[in-house]
């Protein structure tokens, strides 16, 4: 794969003067080369810490193989690898790869926001057609006649039993003032004796509205705002 392809730069570090007979042209003119290793992919640019060594001759230009090499001048290549200064080593992304993580991290952040968007849209219009038992609601109540400056918080309610036209909940005791940290409540803090029937017909339409009375004929209003079907 293209993406996959990678350059390797040799990157001059340092040369020196060898001992020793050319054995292409007789010259006494052999040069130890020595090169760090750069790699190179369309992402990525590394400079490494291996060193590379090349001779050659300065009179006539070419390259002596090491099967040419004699001791004396294996040692002094050796040495000459001592001295070379290293250049220190670094890993970079490349501008493309910037580009692409950039683009990465605001796509996916979107994307769950999407996602998550659309769950809740999906969840909100299955419990507000069609109210299961056991669903349960984040509710802001809103006044009536009988309560007519509620709390402004949210409290969550439960729905116990679904009718053609009604369908009845009970709030659970407790109550928070902003919907995002709302603890989930226990099924043992259910307040039996403050259920409620609500309008199908009300909440369907809108999917937000709770309109209904209590068993005493109080009259309940709640605006729900988060969703639940365990
Ligand atoms: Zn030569």
């Given at each position: 794969m293209a993406t996959l392809s990678m350059t390797t730069t040799y990157r001059p570090i340092h040369q020196l003067s060898l001992p020793g007979q050319c054995?292409?042209?007789?010259?006494?003119?052999?040069?130890?080369?020595?090169?760090?290793l750069q790699r190179e992919t369309r992402w990525t640019l590394r400079l490494t810490d291996q060193l590379s060594r090349?001779?050659?001759?300065t009179?006539?230009?070419r390259e002596c193989a090491p099967a040419t090499w004699d001791k004396a001048l294996t040692e002094a290549c050796q040495a000459g690898e001592q001295q070379a200064v290293?250049?220190?080593p670094f890993f970079r992304w490349k501008t493309p790869a910037k580009l692409l993580m950039a683009m990465l991290l605001l796509v996916v952040p979107l994307l769950i926001w999407a996602i998550s968007a659309w769950t809740d849209h999906q969840?909100?219009?299955?419990?507000?057609?069609?109210p299961q038992p056991g669903d349960r609601l984040l509710a802001m109540p809103i006044?009536?006649?009988t309560d007519p400056e509620p709390k402004s918080t949210y409290l969550w309610l439960k729905v116990v039993q679904v009718g053609d036209l009604e369908?009845?909940?009970i709030p659970y005791a407790g109550s928070c003032t902003t919907r995002d940290d709302c603890p989930k409540p226990s099924e043992s803090a259910l307040q039996p004796g403050l259920r409620f029937q609500a309008s199908r017909e009300d909440f369907r339409k809108t999917g937000n509205n709770l309109n209904g009375?209590?068993?005493r004929g109080a009259e309940r209003h709640y605006f729900v705002v988060d969703f639940e079907r365990p």
């Open positions: 054995p292409h042209c007789g010259a006494q003119a052999l040069t130890g080369h020595y090169f760090q090349r001779v050659s001759c009179a006539c230009q290293r250049l220190p969840l909100r219009t299955a419990i507000s057609q069609q006044a009536t006649d369908f009845s909940l009375q209590d068993a």
